[in-house]
């Protein structure tokens, strides 16, 4: 594991956060669409039982989770943020699923898996930490890990080159969160230099304004209810994540979109 990176990154995972952002999200989830994006990743990767799947930056683990449960696939979860990482082995013991699931404390930038392994690997809103310049390493090791005809997914935040980004604001918040810059560009380049082939893009804009603003509200609503839980000082915050969020995309700094893409057959 990179201590380097670790200790940029895990400040925005902290326990106390987590557990406040699983509220917002559902329990499993740190980012948008919570279970609604797991059926449909199911059906973007086209997984069926057996499968063996690859989620990577799995977070609090309830897409690895879904894919074990609902799925029947054999899911390898990799965090590196290694609370993050115990608090998904905690959940498994209260679980049966025997060898269906494991979870590994690696960053992806340093992980090692034999040739065609998985039928199929999930980004599901973790290369925003990642570097512009560092994705391509992995993008390449992903093509590799593939089976051939295996499939990809990549959904999470993009920015934009628009006035609203070019700004220092914009800049400081990016930086708080390890929020990378990274565009809808760089990823229709990067996918067919690593020899993948996209099969869909799709801009989740509208939906993410949308969900920004329900959780808001939500928050809102159970304010006292959470404060239960957490305290003042992470609620606040985790308030002001979403104020921001709803901000930035409405000002087109940024927004979530889903890359679809496979090892082809032929390669
Ligand atoms: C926004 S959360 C998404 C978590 C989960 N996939 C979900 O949708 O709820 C991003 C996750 O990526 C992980 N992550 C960020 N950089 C990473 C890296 N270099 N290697 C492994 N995991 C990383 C973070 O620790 C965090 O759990």
Not at 94 to 121: E, N, P, T, Y
Not at 231 to 258: N, P, Q, V, Y
């Amino acid at each position: 594991m990179s201590q380097a990176s670790e200790s940029l990154v895990a400040p925005v995972y902290h326990s106390e956060r987590v557990k406040c952002l699983e509220i917002f999200y559902g329990e499993g989830f740190l980012s948008s669409e919570g279970e609604a994006k797991c059926k449909a990743s199911v059906e973007h990767l086209k997984l069926k039982a057996g499968d063996s799947i690859l989620d990577v930056g799995t977070g609090s683990g309830g897409f690895a989770f879904y894919l074990a449960e609902h799925v029947g696939a054999v899911v390898t979860g990799v965090d590196y943020c290694t609370n993050l990482v115990d608090l998904c082995n905690e959940r498994c013991k209260k679980k049966v699923l025997g060898d269906k699931i494991s979870f590994l404390a690696k960053d992806m930038r340093d992980m090692q898996f034999k040739s065609k392994s998985f039928d199929a690997i999930s980004f599901l809103g973790s290369l925003i930490h990642i570097k512009c310049e560092e994705h391509l390493p992995i993008f390449t090791n992903v093509r590799n890990w593939l089976k051939p005809g295996g499939r990809v997914i990549f959904q999470g935040l993009v920015t934009c080159d628009c006035p609203a980004s070019s700004t220092q604001e914009f800049k400081d918040y990016r930086t708080s969160l390890h929020f990378n810059d990274v565009t809808v560009a760089d990823y229709h380049k990067l996918i067919p230099m690593a020899g993948l082939r996209l099969l869909e893009y799709q801009s989740r804009k509208e939906f993410y304004i949308q969900d920004t603003i329900t959780r808001q509200a939500k928050v809102k609503e159970n304010w006292n209810q959470i404060l239960k839980v957490v305290s003042i000082e992470t609620l606040e915050h985790c308030f002001k994540f979403f104020a921001d969020k709803r901000k930035w995309a409405e000002e087109g700094a940024m927004f979530t979109c889903i890359f679809l893409a496979e090892r082809p057959r032929d390669m």
